[in-house]
Every structure is written in structure tokens, then in C-alpha cells.
């Protein structure tokens, strides 16, 4: 890792894919990740860790199913949110965002169990093929 500051916007323009996050750098056994989001994601739960979101720009929606029911978080710029450890979740944005997160090195952004996959999605990683 670079020991130099980190631009996010220069970080955010030097890719397009969506749903593809990007490391740009690493807290102890953490990366801090980026990526640009539009439409939807897959509904997915990550059984040993809380996911963090920070909205960079745009607005993000994170819908939940949770034990009293389902639900939907509205994240504007700005916000950050925090799904809790084996919560059932499902990112989406409308009109598009750029998104910080904050999760264990190696965590799979498809989660560790997930609706199907769709064919143009990395199912190892969650990157976003070439097609």
C-alpha cells in the first residue's frame, strides 16, 4: 500500500465497471474499498461480519430482511449505514451512487450465501465481466 494520500474522486474515475469494488487501501486486517453502483445488486448476508457503507455521491438503498420483516434503508450522500452480521440484504441504486466500504480483508462482496449470480458477475469475487 501507498504511504501517500488516497484521492477518491481520482480512485473513482480510474475505472467504469459497476458493482465491482476497488481496494484502495487496507486498516489493519481491513480493506477500504470503493465502487460505482447502479440498479440493482443480488440479495446476499455475510455470516461472520458487519458491512459498512458510506454514500460518496448519489443515494444508495439497502433493503433488509430482517426478523420483523423486510425493510429498505435510504442512504443519501454522506450517510453511512452498517448492516449487522447475517442480515439478508440487497444494495440498490436507482439513479446511481459511488460507495465506500469497509469490510475484513477477503470478504466476497457476493456475500457468503446469495441469491443466483447473475452471468455477467465474477460469482468469486462479485467483479463484473467483460462482455
Not at 473513482?12 to 487501501?25: C, E, G, K, Q
Not at 440498479?39 to 448519489?58: K, S
Amino acid at each position: 500500500m501507498r504511504n501517500e494520500p488516497i484521492p477518491l474522486s481520482k480512485a473513482l474515475a480510474s475505472f467504469d465497471a459497476l458493482w465491482s469494488p476497488r481496494i484502495v487501501t487496507r486498516v489493519n486486517d481491513y480493506d477500504v474499498r470503493i465502487a460505482k453502483v447502479e440498479g440493482e445488486h443480488i440479495w446476499h448476508v455475510h455470516d461472520d461480519t458487519d458491512e459498512f457503507f458510506l454514500v460518496l455521491d448519489g443515494e444508495l438503498h439497502i433493503s433488509l430482511r430482517e426478523p420483523d420483516g423486510e425493510r429498505t434503508v435510504l442512504l443519501p450522500q454522506g450517510a453511512v449505514f452498517t448492516v449487522p452480521r447475517g442480515t439478508e440484504h440487497k444494495p440498490h441504486a436507482p439513479s446511481g451512487a459511488a460507495i465506500l466500504m469497509f469490510e475484513p480483508t477477503g470478504t466476497p462482496t457476493v456475500g457468503d450465501r446469495h441469491d443466483e449470480i447473475p452471468d455477467h458477475v465474477d460469482s468469486t469475487t462479485g467483479h463484473t465481466l467483460n462482455t
